[in-house]
């Protein structure tokens, strides 16, 4: 017939298992949440997409006043060479005007191809912002099937030490299984101990001699340190 203690111990051995399946049920579903690089990648694609339109925007007022400028130095050249303007100081004063006039051009084209240039960059950042969100969301992906599925293994390996648990514990008398559960909540889970070399499975202490041969008899025997049962 199977030692008391030793039922003990296997009952000790399924509850540690399930303590430890909760823990990582309980790792899993915190690391179910979504990861920080995707927000940060999805904030940088937000980011990049916000720039392009800026500069977007920026290029087409920029190109409608390099537009409205060629507009301006044509109706003035035409007015000059018209042949309207008799006038030689006038005719003077509006060719001034058309060359300062080019002059802003220049300027205003200088800024259209800046804004171009702007708008290429943008659009190339937009496009790498948007490929490094698409590798991190496959990335999650496959990690998030890896986690529901352990977390489904779980259930199904938790299942069954409960029911292993309960026809073990049903061979037990219910006042020792109420012993064993009041030693495992004080005792940080652990209500039995292996003796390993003399030595105390729960506490590391160094046990007596008499203690370490009672502990291999019929008898339930309590560490004198730790007060678990020891199981030698
Ligand atoms: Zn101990």
């Known amino acids: 017939m199977t030692r008391l203690i030793e039922q003990l111990a296997a009952l000790q051995t399924l509850d540690s298992q399930l ?35 800026r500069w977007q925007r920026e290029r087409r007022r920029r190109e409608t006043a390099v537009a409205d400028q060629q507009a301006r130095i044509r109706d ?6 018209g042949g309207r303007i008799k006038d ?3 005719q003077v004063a509006l060719q001034q005007n058309v060359e300062m006039l080019k002059r802003q051009l ?4 200088e800024e259209a191809l800046e804004a171009i240039l702007e708008v290429e960059q943008a659009e190339r950042d937009v496009a790498q912002a948007r490929a490094h969100l698409e590798a991190e969301q496959a990335a999650w992906q496959q990690t998030q099937a890896q986690l529901l599925a352990e977390r489904e293994a779980l259930i199904v390996h938790a299942r069954q030490l409960k029911n292993r648990r309960q026809s073990l514990s049903a061979q037990l008398s219910p006042d020792l299984v109420q012993r064993y559960e009041a030693l495992r909540q004080k005792g ?9 070399h003399g030595v105390c499975g729960g506490c590391g202490a160094s046990l ?8 291999r008899g019929d008898t339930l025997v309590t560490c004198p340190f730790c007060r678990r049962l020891l199981c030698g």
């Open 19 to 53: 303590d430890a399946d909760r823990r990582r049920y309980a790792a899993i579903q915190e690391a179910l949440h979504e990861p920080e690089s995707l927000r940060q990648a999805q904030a940088a694609l937000d980011e990049a997409t916000a720039r392009l339109e």
């Open 76 to 81: 003035q050249e035409k007015q000059l060479y």
């Open 106 to 109: 220049g300027r205003l084209e």
């Open 208 to 215: 007596p001699t008499a203690v370490q041969q009672q502990a």
């Open 188 to 196: 940080d889970g652990l209500a039995v101990a292996r003796v390993h």
């Open 88 to 90: 030689m100081r006038e």
